[in-house]
């Protein structure tokens, strides 16, 4: 069965500080994407990465980066020198090609980010 | 580009009341997908549209929701009797055509945040 376990319910942070929210998922198939995504307050979902399976190299755009380890089934998100802005729930979030191809996202329950200033 | 657009935004009704969501993708997205989010939850798909076809409703309540793609472009998510349980926000998103071999991000609206009261 496909599963995203987000362990860390909540985060509390100063500002500047690094943060890491980690991210562990199951799945049976070889091909699969893994993504994170931010909901702010305003309650819309902003996508921030996709990976796919294949591809194991780790990413940083600006303060974000992330860390993909298939050995251990994890897709840790880092933010770099914290900001207020950051502030929001982060979820990752898993999708597999099926069938009739569905692309469906399976996603974790969520790490909400409290920065402080 | 204009985004996903929702209405309403918010929704107080009573239980056994019926109520009804509305989307509009983003012009020329084959893919439609209706999610809930339960407080302190992930989004789980309920329903996937691929133009005005179903490809994936395996989540739906079908003995109270019910949802149509008219034409494949907007679509109505429908619960009919509502219960105390479906108070959420009902994300809707869409894509590009989905695929097997690719995959296509999905852009979600903003919400509509449902009370049963």
């Known amino acids: 069965a496909q599963k995203v376990t987000q362990a860390q319910t909540e985060i509390s942070v100063v500002e500047k500080e690094d943060v890491t929210l980690d991210c562990v998922y199951e799945?049976?198939?070889?091909?699969?994407?893994l993504f994170w995504y931010k909901q702010p307050p305003s309650g819309e979902l902003v996508f921030l990465i996709r990976r796919n399976s294949f591809d194991e190299q780790n990413e940083i755009s600006g303060r974000y980066s992330w860390n993909f380890q298939k050995s251990t089934s994890s897709f840790n998100f880092t933010i770099t020198a914290s900001q207020v802005v950051d502030s929001a729930v982060y979820f990752c979030a898993l999708s597999e090609p099926y069938g009739g191809a569905t692309n469906k996202l399976i996603f974790g329950t969520g790490t909400l980010l409290a920065v402080q200033p | 580009e204009a985004g996903v657009a929702q209405s309403p935004r918010y929704k107080i009704i009573e239980k056994r009341q019926s109520v009804a969501f509305w989307c509009n993708p983003i012009s020329g997205h084959a893919t439609l997908y209706w999610y809930q989010q339960i407080l302190g939850q992930g989004p789980k798909l309920l329903i996937q549209f691929q133009n005005n076809g179903v490809v994936d409703d395996s989540q739906l309540p079908k003995d109270r929701f019910s949802a149509e793609r008219l034409k494949g472009v907007d679509s109505t998510l429908k619960i009919q009797p509502a219960k105390l349980e479906d108070s959420a926000v009902y994300l809707c998103?869409?894509?590009?055509?989905?695929?097997?071999?690719?995959?296509?991000?999905?852009?979600f609206g903003p919400g509509t945040r449902l009370t049963v009261l």
């Open positions: 799945t049976r198939d070889t091909t699969y994407y």
């Open positions: 998103a869409s894509s590009q055509e989905a695929g097997e071999i690719s995959y296509n991000e999905q852009f």
